[in-house]
């Protein structure tokens, strides 16, 4: 049984409920920038050796935790796991990210692929959800989360991380009825995974469209969006009945979010680019929103940094609906100090935006 949550800040903040400051993490929280992260990926040997030992991917998910005031953790693993599940072979070469050994090149090859069941071939993952809920103790939230089936779709086809995305246009292009068949295998299947961490503690849910930026509009409505909601209705409801709040983040997908706001998620994840003011006049009260500090703004000497985040809490104004993150994952070469000083920014400024103003 999960303890009773001592800090519900950032739960309250996705439903839209009154909160008494702005809650924040940070994506890729845990992670190269931190030398404890560095020494444990060193002991682990590999990447996916940090995902796939609970008790690494658990130290790795607390590690942020213990340095700052952060209101959640996010599970330690990787979006990759469900195409590697499904039979892929995923590896991490040093110094060029994820490649897979078997990508996806025909529509037999579409067709081959099962939904991985979470208990058997991706166990590791509620494995490591159940030990980080029971170690966390009740401090703060848990994030589970997925890729959309968009974006695993293209890491899939492509086999790595690509500039150009040639591979995976060509079968939008080409073949859109292949394409449609492996986002309809990859929502159940990324359905289910989250279902299955739901089911082993996570609080809150988030779904990374990294790559949904890169499609034209018309695309972005055919073959992203529909699939990351059919993603979140394919959940169904959790058996113990908790209220599990959902973000949806699309890199890139600023000009779309009044059709995101529509989807059934609770939150929409901004990117830098998007000014939030502008995004809270578009979807209104229904949805909250999280980000968008620039990422690069960590480099920055702190005061100039601090009005950075000042900027971002006051142009999203006054009331709950706002958590505050990066627009994008902290890159690895950022100093720790510039984000324990972002984080307090946020915890000394944001009180004022949540005041009740008398009538
Ligand atoms: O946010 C967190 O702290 C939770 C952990 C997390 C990781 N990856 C750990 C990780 C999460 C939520 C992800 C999601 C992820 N993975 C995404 C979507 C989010 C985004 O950034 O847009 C994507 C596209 C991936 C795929 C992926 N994994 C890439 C492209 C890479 C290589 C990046 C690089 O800089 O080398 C990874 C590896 C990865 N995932 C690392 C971490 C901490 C670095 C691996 C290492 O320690 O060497």
Partial sequence: M?????????????????????PVWMMRQAGRYLPEYRAVRERAGSFMN????????????????????LDAAILFSDILTI??????????????GPQFRSPIMSPA?????????????????????????????GRVPLIGFSGSPWTLATYMVEGRSSREFRKIKAMLYDAPEVLHRLLATLSKAVSVYLAAQIAAGVDAIMVFDTWGGILTPTQYQTFSLPYAEAALKGIGA??????????????????????MADT????????????????????????????????????????????????????FGHG???VFNLG?????????????AMIEAVHEVSPLYHRVIPA
Wanted: net charge negative.
């Fill in 2 to 22: 999960n303890a009773p949550l001592q800090n519900d800040v950032f739960l309250r903040a996705l439903k839209r409920q009154p909160i008494e400051r702005t």
């Fill in 50 to 69: 940090l995902c796939t030992t609970p008790e690494w991917a658990c130290e790795v998910t607390l590690q942020p935790l213990a340095r700052y005031r």
């Fill in 83 to 96: 195409p590697d599940a499904m039979g892929l072979g995923l590896e991490f070469v040093e110094g060029e």
């Fill in 109 to 137: 090859d579409v067709d081959r692929l099962g939904v991985p069941d979470p208990e058997t071939a991706l166990r590791y993952v509620p494995d490591a959800v159940r030990l980080i809920r029971r170690e966390l103790d």
């Fill in 238 to 259: 959790p058996v113990d009945e908790r209220v599990i709040p959902s973000i949806l983040f699309t890199k890139g997908g600023g000009q779309w979010l009044s059709a």
């Fill in 264 to 315: 059934g998620y609770d939150a929409l994840g901004l990117d830098w680019t998007t000014d939030i003011r502008a995004a809270r006049s578009e979807v209104g009260d229904r949805v909250a929103l999280q980000g968008n500090l620039d990422p690069q703004a960590l480099y920055a000497p702190i005061p100039a940094l601090k009005e950075e985040v000042l900027r971002i809490i006051d142009r």
């Fill in 320 to 322: 709950s609906g706002h």
């Fill in 328 to 340: 994008h994952g902290v890159w690895p070469d950022v100093n720790p100090e510039h984000v324990g």
